[in-house]
Every structure is written in C-alpha cells, then in structure tokens.
C-alpha cells in the first residue's frame, strides 16, 4: 500500500484529485492535507471520506515544524502538491498570504521531502515523486492571437499570485538540480466544474444570475482565458503522475478559448433556460466595473507535448462542460448557501462594493 500525501485536497481541484485517486487506485491510501481555510470544505469530499484509503489531515504547509513531522511519520510514496492561495484578485488585495502559502509552503514540503527521502534520492528508478500543480499564469499574458504558451516559453508573471507560484516552480526545479528530488510540473490553464468556489468568474456568475445579483463584468470583457473542465485536470494528473517523465514540464489546456463578455452572455443564455426565465433576462443584470489592476488580456496552452508523448486530450466539449456545471450548481443550492453564508459577504462588499 503506497502513501500519497495530495495538499490541498479539500479546494476546488485537489477535491476532484482525490476523488479520482482513493476511487481509481484502492492500492494507494490518499493523504489530503488541508488548512480548510475559506476555500477547502470537506463538503467537496463528502461521497469518499467513508473510503478506507482516504485519510484527513487538517494542517498548515507553511508550519514547517509540522510538515516535518508529517514525513517523518509517514513513509510518503509521492505527493501532489495542490495547496496555494489561488484567487488573483485576493493576491491584489493581500499579497504577502500569497508568498507564505505559495513559496513558503511550497519550500517546507520540498524541504521535509528532501530529508526524508534522502536515502532514494540520485537513484536512476526514481522511487519516489514530487508532483507540483501550477498554473499557466507564471507565463504572463498573450496579446498575440496565434501566440500560445508552451513549456519552454520564457516566465513573466504579472500579479502576485502568478509571481508567487513562478517562485514555486523555481524552487521546485532547484529541489530537482541541487537535490535530486524527483519532480514533475504542470501549468494548467483555467478549470470550471462543480465545487468551484464562487469568488472565480464563473460560479460567481451563476451564483448571481441565480440570486438575480449584477454581474460584474472586469473592464470591456474581452479578457480571454482557455477554459478546462475540472475532472480532465484531474486525469490529466493522474496521467502525468504515473508516466511523467521525472525532472519534466507538461503543460495542460482544453483548446477552449473564451473573451469573458462571450462567455458570461453564454451563461445568462444557459440559465435562462434552465431557470425557465425569459430570454434575455439574465444579461441585463451584466454590469461593467472596473477593470483588475494589471489584468491579464490572454492566456492559451499548446498542450502538444502532453497529448504527443503521455496521450492525454481533454475529453469534453464545453457546452457539455457547461451544462454540467451548471446542473451541479442547481442542484447543490446547498452547498452554495453554505459557501456564501458568513465570511463570503464581508469578501464580496470589499471586492465589489466600491468598483
Ligand atoms: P482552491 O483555492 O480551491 O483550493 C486551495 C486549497 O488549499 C484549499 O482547500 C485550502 O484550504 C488549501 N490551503 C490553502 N492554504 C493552505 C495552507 N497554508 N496549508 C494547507 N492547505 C492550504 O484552489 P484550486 O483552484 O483548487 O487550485 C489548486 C491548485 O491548482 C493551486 O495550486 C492552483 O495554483 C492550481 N491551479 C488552479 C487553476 C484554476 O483554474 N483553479 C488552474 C491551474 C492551476
Ligand atoms: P478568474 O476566475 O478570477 O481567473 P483568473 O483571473 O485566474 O484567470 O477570472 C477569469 C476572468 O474573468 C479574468 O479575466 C477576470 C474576469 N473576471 C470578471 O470579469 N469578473 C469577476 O467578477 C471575476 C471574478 C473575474
């Protein structure tokens, strides 16, 4: 029985991750370490937690006297680090949080790795892995439209949370020269899907168009961002978890380019329908507020690499992508109530009230 320590696994992706690997792989038993701050809940997981290779740990990457302890007690197979203050716009408002979760926390877990592996390390089968999940945004933008990031393309990040997870990257790859540490990376563009935490564009539209809230539309809306269905992040993954070649980049992406406006006129048309409104209705609610501080304009992935040499492809279409959010959301007016409920309001009339 192999050990995976997945961090971060009660967020919005780490959830589907550890889905995913408690259910496909009965042979590993899946370590989910997490804060919970505002964005895990153990809600996302309530379908596995019963499993009995699912195991829970609350507890903070940046304690490194704690993440020390952790390997020191448990003979960790691999790990897929997940565990990051993720919202652009909090790392505006917030930058510091961004450096300690992201470079801090990211350090202690190469740091505690390296020791406690030390006695695999440099050896050709590779035994163990560190799997870092990173983001696209480490490239900075695109303002050519024939332009795309690729693995080898040069790292400009241009808000403090793409800076802060370049900075990881950075460290992982010196944990692979200096060290030895076998690692593996991907830079993932923008997942949707269900469990998505409702600060993100777009489950903070349908919660909105559901409680007939305005739509806060960032500048002119023609922001693009290459959109990936969250379930094929994480079997992406799992694919490059188990034949990623050790000390390799891979970049993910669906091939799925959207300017915001399009976008959020394509999900007012969705939840007219689905709400039974009249159509149209929604998009009156679309309200252009200030743009984001050093917004962004593109962001797409050439994920030739990864569908070439590990043959992974996303396997969705995005309407269906879509209307499956969509659905989850409907149906899990719940979950949404729970999100949104307390700290979510303070956070939303700081982020919106004055833009
Ligand atoms: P999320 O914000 O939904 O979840 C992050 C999780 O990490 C939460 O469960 C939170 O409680 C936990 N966490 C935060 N700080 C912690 C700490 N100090 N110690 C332990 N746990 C802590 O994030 P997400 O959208 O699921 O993203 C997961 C990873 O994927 C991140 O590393 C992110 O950079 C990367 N990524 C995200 C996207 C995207 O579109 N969401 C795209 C590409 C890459
Ligand atoms: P977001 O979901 O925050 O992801 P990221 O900034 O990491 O790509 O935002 C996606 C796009 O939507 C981005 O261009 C900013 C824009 N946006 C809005 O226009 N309004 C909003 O309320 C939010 C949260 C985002």
Known sequence: MKKILVTGGAGFI?????????????????????????????????????????????????DAVFIDQLFQENDFYGVIHLAAESHVDRSISDPLSFVMTNVVGTANLLNAARKAWKDDLGKSDAPRLFYHVSTDEVYGELHDPNDFFLETTKYDPRSPYSASKASSDHFVRAYHATYKLPVVISNCSNNYGPNHFP??????????????????????????????????????????????????????????????????????????????????????LITYVTDRAGHDLRYAIDATKLKNELGWEPSLQFAEGLERTVDWYLANEAWLENVTSGAYQKYYEGMYAAR
């Open 14 to 62: 780490g959830s589907h991750v550890v889905r995913r690997f408690t259910t496909q792989y009965p042979e590993y038993q899946i370590y989910n370490l997490d804060a919970l701050t505002y964005a895990g809940n153990l809600e996302n997981l309530s379908d596995v937690e019963q499993l009995n290779n699912y195991h829970f740990v609350k507890g903070d990457i940046t």
């Open 199 to 284: 600060e993100k564009l777009i489950p903070l539209m349908i919660h909105n168009i559901i409680q007939n809230k305005p739509l806060p539309v960032y500048g002119k809306g023609e922001n693009v961002r290459d959109w990936l269905f969250v379930e094929d992040h994480a079997r992406a993954i799992d694919v490059i978890f188990h034949k990623g070649v050790v000390g390799e980049t891979y970049n993910i992406g669906g091939h799925n380019e959207w300017k915001n406006l399009d976008l959020v006129f394509l999900l007012c048309k969705t939840m007219d329908e689905k709400l039974g409104r009249e159509a149209g209705t929604s998009e009156k």
